[in-house]
């Protein structure tokens, strides 16, 4: 089990999304994925991916504009 | 990702029919050789025929003559050779090139090289659906044009060109006619022997056939200059050892192709549709809703990004396409959408649904309700979609 952190901070849509379907893609079940960005509209956006997934959406955090989103790769079985 | 996906990109490629693999076998393990004369080795020979068969299945066709058949790399060389090597052997007094705004990239960037190689190119504007106006074409041949090349279906938004009528046009003015009819063969008819089409693109990856082998119809006496310096193969039109293992393929995916199939795209095409214009709002179709090819639906679900719907739609394990920038290897918005007088919001909210042998009734259903729930989601958090 590992942690990644995924700065997208500055970035806008697409690329939020995309980033984090990339590190979803290479991550080992049980991982923990952290992604940091300021995007208002991926804030909304990732969590639907990570229904969409089947993935674990452990936490969202803002910090005025800034928001980081914490994701788990779920264990196998 | 999910491991079973709804593939609705045939228009960029296809699943490739085991059948097809199976033809292809022999000639990858037993009759592996080059192609050889009579005076050749026995499995040269056994080569060589299956590649002439293979000619005049594709030849049979469009019917035209299996001489007329030169095999290529691909769709994009086929449309270089033809557009290129039709070019070099113009005269100075023919060096006029027309084609439309709205081509593939093969034909719109070859025809913008030999511009500024010095060549007078005209980019024929086309309307709303996509169609070239033919009197408009019409008034843009001069005594100096040489060349027109015009697609058949367009890849993006599926419109039908009359290429009867402009065929005609051109023989009347005598000038040589190409068509990229990469999304059309073997889906629509295509008769060389009743249409004075000179040169025409096919390909195989777009029919459920392998990647790496294309096709250039030439009609007999048409002037070609090769592009490629090497061997005297397809004769002496295009070096390299011919891939006859992919010609063999390429026959096979054609003989496979039926009128009930292309019925039955027809059929998911119209279903999708009418079912996205009845159950979500805000949408358009682009492209012509008669005259289209019969595997492609291209619709712009407003306020939201092309990009950001395919990805969501990845993620429920569907496979679409979108004209949007980032999505484009050009980082470009669709230069098709913008060119039937779209903005770049259309642009970017379009997506490309291109059905195959694979599909079924079901897909369509499964994708509107897929479609419908990402579209009605990125909407509610869409600034543009929050502004509507």
Redesign the interface.
């Known amino acids: 089990m590992g942690e990644k952190t995924i700065n997208v901070q500055g970035e806008t849509?697409?690329?939020p999304?995309?980033e984090t379907?990339k590190a979803v893609?290479k991550a080992k079940p049980g991982d923990i994925l952290i992604i940091k960005g300021d995007h208002?509209?991926s804030k909304?956006?990732i969590p639907?991916?990570v229904e969409?997934?089947d993935l674990e959406l452990i936490s969202i955090e803002e910090d005025g504009k800034r928001w980081v989103i914490k994701i788990k790769i779920p264990e196998e079985g | 990702?999910k491991d079973e996906t709804v593939y609705l990109d045939n228009s960029s490629s296809t699943k490739m029919d085991e059948r097809v693999l199976e033809a292809m076998r022999p000639y990858l393990f037993e009759k592996y050789a080059v192609a050889s004369s009579e005076f050749g080795y026995s499995l040269g020979i056994k080569a060589k025929e299956g590649l002439e068969d293979a000619r005049s299945t594709i030849a049979d066709k469009i019917g035209a003559d299996a001489e007329e058949i030169i095999f290529t790399s691909c769709g994009t060389e086929a449309s270089n050779l033809a557009l290129k090597g039709v070019a070099k052997k113009l005269s100075e007094d023919k060096d006029h090139i027309i084609t439309s705004k709205i081509e593939d990239f093969p034909v719109l960037k070859s025809a913008q090289s030999l511009e500024k190689e010095g060549y007078e190119v005209t980019f024929l504007e086309v309307d709303d659906e996509g169609f070239v106006d033919v009197d408009e074409l019409e008034k843009a041949i001069d005594e100096k044009t040489g060349l027109v090349s015009i697609q058949h279906g367009n890849q993006e938004i599926g419109t039908v060109q009359d290429i009867e009528e402009i065929s005609k046009i051109c023989d009347q003015n005598d000038v040589l006619f190409h068509t990229d009819a990469t999304h059309t063969f073997t889906k629509l008819p295509i008769d060389v022997s009743k249409t004075p089409i000179d040169l025409l693109t096919l390909s195989a990856h777009t029919i459920h056939g392998p990647k790496g082998i294309g096709a250039l119809y030439v009609k007999d006496g048409t002037d070609l200059e090769k592009l490629m310096d090497g061997g005297f193969q397809e004769n002496n039109r295009r070096a390299g050892v011919e891939n006859i293992p992919g010609a063999v393929g390429f026959a096979k995916a054609v003989e496979l192709v039926t009128e009930e199939e292309n019925e039955r795209l027809k059929e998911m095409r119209d279903a999708l549709i009418k079912k996205i214009k009845d159950e979500i709002p805000d949408t358009t179709l682009n492209g012509p809703a008669k005259d289209r090819t019969p595997q492609n639906a291209n619709i712009t679900f407003h306020y939201v990004?092309g990009?950001?719907i395919t990805?969501?739609m990845?993620?429920?394990g569907f496979s679409v396409s979108t004209g949007s920038a980032?999505f484009s290897k050009s980082l470009e918005a669709s230069h098709v959408i913008l060119g039937i007088g779209g903005d770049h919001e259309r642009a970017h909210g379009s997506v490309r649904f291109s059905f195959g042998r694979y599909n079924t009734m079901e897909d369509v259903d499964r994708t509107v309700e897929a479609i419908s729930e990402v579209v009605e989601?990125?909407r509610?958090?869409?600034?543009l979609g929050k502004d509507k």
């Open positions: 849509c697409p690329v999304l995309v379907r893609r208002p509209p909304e956006e639907m991916a969409a997934l | 990702m990004e990009e950001s990805l969501h990845d993620m429920r980032c989601r990125l509610e958090i869409s600034p």
